[in-house]
């Protein structure tokens, strides 16, 4: 059953950087026929070499027995895995600090499985707010259909705040799951890991019960914050955002501990959210410049929020790490990461419509490797009611962009000239 691989980490006593295990971690060329890249294996099915590997095979992977240590799952079916996904799933949980990973075909479909292979009829989750507004309807619409109840909490820079929620929730039932997004989409907000974790800590010794800990990763990991190697249980991902990079891939992924990602692992088969084969081929491509990447969007991603917090046009309040001057914000921010992401928000003093004037001014910024802008309280979230979108600060005057990797000098012109075309 045992396939070989390359899970070399280290020459001699150095550890190697996850930038260049990027490059061929997880992937042995002499198994493709000596390509240096890993082929887009387009199989449905894999040959097993006699019946008795077959029921081997079929065994490990339904559950029915455990993995053979140092051995690999044997190749099946598609649906349950493939040679690129699992390229991918090797390559994120080396970037991420985790023990295994999964990936899925959406960001959607990672949360969705992390949340069923935990949660039950009865059972009660916890989550931060704002969250994505998929992550939302999906929490509130849905699960609820299916008697999964659900309590939420705004500051995550305040222990009282969670401490309250969970307090609600254990009189409705038992809490299985602390489930956070930090930073907050679209207004950056951060929720402490600390706090998390003691609340978890706590609710284990009160009630003998541990909830696992969930963090949407997406805004900064895996490049600046590892939320798993910081001691979260697992960490899902629209990998479509920053690790796809491309805006031509959908793709999701879930990482941490082996035993969880094994359940949600068997939800992701039983459902039928694997990743193809082509999508997964092009995300372990993506991995390769994803740090370079980020690391470069991040640069012009402070340029412009300055140009934005000085813009003589309009009042404008820039919810980046860097500008947001909350004493207890910048010592978590600088606790728990190593740098500020590209995806931030600007607050203007306005209408909605004030909001869509800017936005169709714009030629760079694409209103959908480029930069992207949005009005939140209309698209992404606005299936959620509008009292809790004002709570959570996503108001009208809201706009989220997401710096790629154009000139800075050039995404400022083009603000530049939005904004006096709306103004003077």
């Known amino acids: 059953m045992k396939r070989v691989i390359n899970n070399k980490t280290t020459i001699g006593n150095h550890k190697l950087h996850p930038e260049t295990l990027m490059m061929s971690y997880g992937y042995d060329p002499m198994l493709s026929e000596g390509s240096v890249k890993p082929p887009v294996f387009l199989t449905s099915t894999f040959v097993f070499p006699n019946a008795e590997a077959g029921e081997a095979f079929f065994d490990v992977m339904a559950g029915r027995k455990p993995l053979p240590k140092g051995d690999s799952a044997g190749l099946v079916y598609s649906r349950f895995n493939h040679p690129n996904a699992e390229i991918t ?11 295994e990973g999964v990936v899925c075909a959406s960001g959607m479909g990672a949360i ?34 299916f008697g999964i109840l659900s309590v939420e909490f705004q500051d995550g820079m305040n222990p009282k705040s969670l401490d309250v929620a969970i307090e609600k929730a254990k009189k409705l039932g038992a809490v299985k799951m602390l489930y956070i997004e930090t930073p907050g989409n679209p207004t950056n ?3 402490d890991f600390e706090i998390v974790k003691a609340a978890q800590a706590k ?22 914050q590892q939320a798993v190697g910081q001691g979260i249980d697992m960490s899902v991902y ?38 193809d084969p082509n999508t997964a ?20 991603g402070s340029k412009v929020a300055a140009w934005l917090q000085g813009n003589d046009y309009v009042k404008t309040k820039v919810l980046h790490p860097e500008f947001i001057k909350d004493r207890r914000y910048q010592e978590i921010y600088k606790r728990q990461c190593t740098g500020p992401g590209s995806t931030f928000s600007f607050v203007i003093e306005g209408s909605r419509q004030d909001a869509f004037n800017i936005i169709n001014g714009l030629s760079l910024f694409k209103s959908a490797v480029k930069s992207l802008i949005s009005h939140p309280a209309s698209t992404t979230h606005s299936g959620i009611p509008a009292d809790i979108r004002e709570q959570g600060g996503l108001t009208e005057g809201l706009i989220r962009i997401s710096i790629g990797l154009e000139h800075p000098d050039d995404l400022i012109a083009d603000l530049d000239a939005a904004f006096r075309k709306v103004y003077g």
């Not at 090797?90 to 985790?98: F, P, Q, S, T, W």
Request: proline residues 3%; glycine residues 10%.
């Open 238 to 275: 629209s990998l479509t955002k920053y690790v796809g990079g491309h805006s031509d891939l959908i793709a999701g992924a879930v990482l941490g501990d082996g035993e969880m990602i094994k359940k949600v692992r068997g939800i992701r088969n039983a459902m039928g959210m694997n990743l």
């Open 281 to 300: 081929w092009m995300l372990s491509r993506s991995l390769e410049t994803v740090t370079l990447r980020m690391k470069h969007a991040t640069k012009t």
């Open 89 to 99: 799933e090797d390559r994120l949980a080396v970037l991420e600090g985790a023990e």
């Open 112 to 145: 969705t499985s992390t949340l069923l292979s935990v949660l039950r009829p009865g059972d009660v989750l916890v989550h931060g707010s704002p969250i994505y507004g998929g992550t939302e309807t999906l929490i509130r619409n849905l699960l609820s259909q």
């Open 203 to 224: 609710l284990e010794k009160e009630t003998g019960l541990r909830p696992v800990t969930v963090c949407d990763n997406t805004l900064l990991g895996p490049v600046f």
């Open 189 to 191: 907000a951060l929720f």
